[in-house]
């Protein structure tokens, strides 16, 4: 990444999730998975692992079974988008912390189903805000990403929208959970990223696809974000939006480069690069902040907060159905591009 990686002290994190019942939906996702890993050396009560994807969620309590303090983690298949189960869930395990990963993410499947991105992304996070909220939790984190910012897709609106469902509840007058939202580009190795991608088209010889050559994207590594996930939800007061210093953005055609010359080959002789234009939605350039918004500094050099405008979810909703009536997605977006 041409960077040097992001240290946080666990030391500082361990009062935050010691002794507490955590809840971490989304659970066996790349980010899910690995702030389940770093969750459990922090000594919780209990962690629940809950996602609605049968096979993934059996793999990984079957890794989670190697560990000595697997009695400690409970493993649940529930959508956040079904309200009478997730209430299911708070009732019989009363989470004191909750980490909001789960999300469609992919651009272009969201882009064709449209309808899914806004159930999962917006109404998932509703249901599960609300529950956190009623349940008096003492902290919510949810997971957001730079395509929420000046929106050119349905996956960034939906998650604008999200983060402005998590800004509401912790503006309420009787609110007694820190609602905290986190910010972040893409992450490396993540599921649906470039790398694992590059990497199965090296192995069948190539050509190594992009869809332009100077796409460029904020890259961090998963440990890396899930430590600044958890730092977010330790050191938030309540409705702060963090974005993280990612460094430069890296050109996702030097990453195919780099990757060719690490395998032992040579970029245009042994594998070739090729570009396929760009995907419907999808940006040259990502960015961490709107154009309205601004930051100020915290404790940590590489963490910020954004000062970003807040909607009710009754006006969020309000967009939805119209857009629902009319057809017309694309109105989802201008709405969220200048917010």
């Not at 041409?2 to 790349?30: C, H, M």
């Not at 009363?94 to 999962?120: C, G, Q, R, W």
Request: proline share 5%.
């Amino acid at each position: 990444l041409g960077r040097d990686p992001i240290i946080l002290s666990y030391e500082t994190l361990n009062g935050f999730i010691q002794g507490k019942t955590v809840l971490v939906t989304g659970a066996a996702g790349s980010i899910g998975s690995e702030l389940v890993r770093q969750i459990m050396r922090q000594e919780p009560k209990l962690l629940i692992a809950l996602d609605q994807a049968e096979t993934p969620t059996y793999q990984l309590d079957l890794e989670l079974q190697t560990y000595s303090n697997y009695p400690n983690v409970k493993t649940v298949i529930a959508s956040v988008t079904d309200e009478s189960r997730m209430a299911s869930v708070f009732k019989t395990f009363s989470p004191n912390v909750i980490f909001h990963a789960a999300a469609y993410k992919h651009v272009p499947l969201m882009e064709d189903n449209p309808e899914e991105a806004s159930k999962t992304n917006i109404l998932g996070t509703y249901t599960t805000a609300k529950l956190a909220s009623e349940y008096k939790a003492e902290c919510f984190v949810m997971v957001s990403t730079d395509k929420a910012v000046n929106p050119t897709n349905i996956m960034g609106a939906s998650k604008r929208a999200a983060e402005h469902v998590v800004s509401y509840f912790n503006n309420q007058d009787t609110n007694q959970t820190r609602f905290v939202t986190t910010r972040f580009g893409n992450v490396l190795g993540s599921n649906g990223s470039v790398i694992p991608l590059f990497k199965k088209q090296l192995e069948a010889g190539g050509p190594i696809t992009l869809t332009h050559k100077d796409i460029t994207r904020y890259f961090m590594t998963i440990p890396e974000a899930v430590r600044l996930v958890l730092e977010a939800g330790h050191m938030g007061n309540g409705g702060e939006l963090y974005v993280f210093d990612m460094g430069q953005p890296v050109k996702i055609y030097d990453l195919a480069v780099n990757l060719i010359k690490l395998s032992g080959l040579i970029p245009g002789k042994d594998i070739q690069i090729v570009e396929t234009g760009l995907r419907p939605g999808e940006k040259l350039y990502e960015e961490l902040l709107a154009d309205a918004e601004t930051v100020k500094p915290t404790h940590h050099q590489q963490i910020f907060i954004a000062a970003a405008k807040s909607l009710a979810p009754n006006e969020v909703f309000q967009l939805i159905h119209r857009v629902q009536a009319s057809g017309d997605w694309t109105e989802l977006i201008t709405e969220y591009a200048p917010v």
